[in-house]
Structure formats: structure tokens, C-alpha cells
């Protein structure tokens, strides 16, 4: 069993930046490709990122390609998502996942964390 607990979300301008954080519980973090989706309202959850278990592999949406960064402290069990020149389009709430396969489909996710709301204002 594994527990995701997001922090880092809140309000920012657009342009600016938010660095997220995803703590997990347990000794199997290692063994866990790890990502980050987000859902706006009204919309599907959609992967953003991923990161293979030693961190040496990264993939992105198209939407967050060369904005975004994701990375991973093994050590720490922790996953992180920087996130850089945000634009309104970035409001959503981010989930931290455990265990993406390679489509990147929501329900192929092992676990999730609760989520944490990221809004850019203009």
C-alpha cells in the first residue's frame, strides 16, 4: 500500500511559478513510475507528466513541454513537479500518481494521492 499526499498547490499570476511536492508513505517508492495528472472542472483527468523509478526517463504532455519539470528523491520518497510560466490553462487540480503504465490512462493508475488545486489568474 502506498499514500500520495500532494502539497505545494495555491494561487499564482500567470507567468509565475508553483513547485510541487508529493510525499509517499512506504519502502516500494522505488519501484513505482511515478506522475502527475491534472483535471480542470468540467473536464477529464489527463497525465501531465511521468518519471521512471530511478529517474533517469521524463515524459511530458504536449501542453507542458519545456514549461514543466518532473523529478524524483528516491531517498525521500518524494516526487516534485516545477512548473514554470504557468498560464490560466494550468488551473486544475493536480493529482500525484503511483504506478502509471505507458498509455498514461487514468484508470491504469495503481494510486492516487488527494489532489491539490493549482489556480492562475490573468
Known amino acids: 500500500q502506498v499514500q500520495l499526499v500532494e502539497s505545494g498547490g495555491g494561487l499564482v499570476q500567470a507567468g509565475g511559478s508553483l513547485t510541487l511536492s508529493c510525499a509517499a508513505s512506504g519502502r516500494t517508492f522505488s519501484t513505482y513510475v511515478m506522475g502527475w495528472f491534472r483535471q480542470a472542472p468540467g473536464k477529464e483527468r489527463r497525465a501531465v507528466a511521468a518519471?521512471?523509478?530511478?529517474?533517469?526517463?521524463?515524459v511530458y504532455a504536449d501542453s507542458v513541454k519545456g514549461r514543466f519539470a518532473i523529478s524524483r528523491d528516491n531517498a525521500k520518497n518524494t516526487v516534485y513537479l516545477q512548473m514554470n510560466s504557468l498560464s490560466p490553462e494550468d488551473t486544475a487540480v493536480y493529482y500525484c500518481?503511483?504506478?502509471?503504465?505507458?498509455?498514461?490512462?487514468?484508470?491504469?493508475?495503481?494510486?492516487w494521492g488527494q489532489g491539490t488545486q493549482v489556480t492562475v489568474s490573468s
Open positions: 518519471i521512471t523509478r530511478a529517474g533517469m526517463s521524463t
Open positions: 500518481a503511483a504506478g502509471l503504465t505507458t498509455t498514461g490512462r487514468p484508470d491504469e493508475v495503481i494510486y
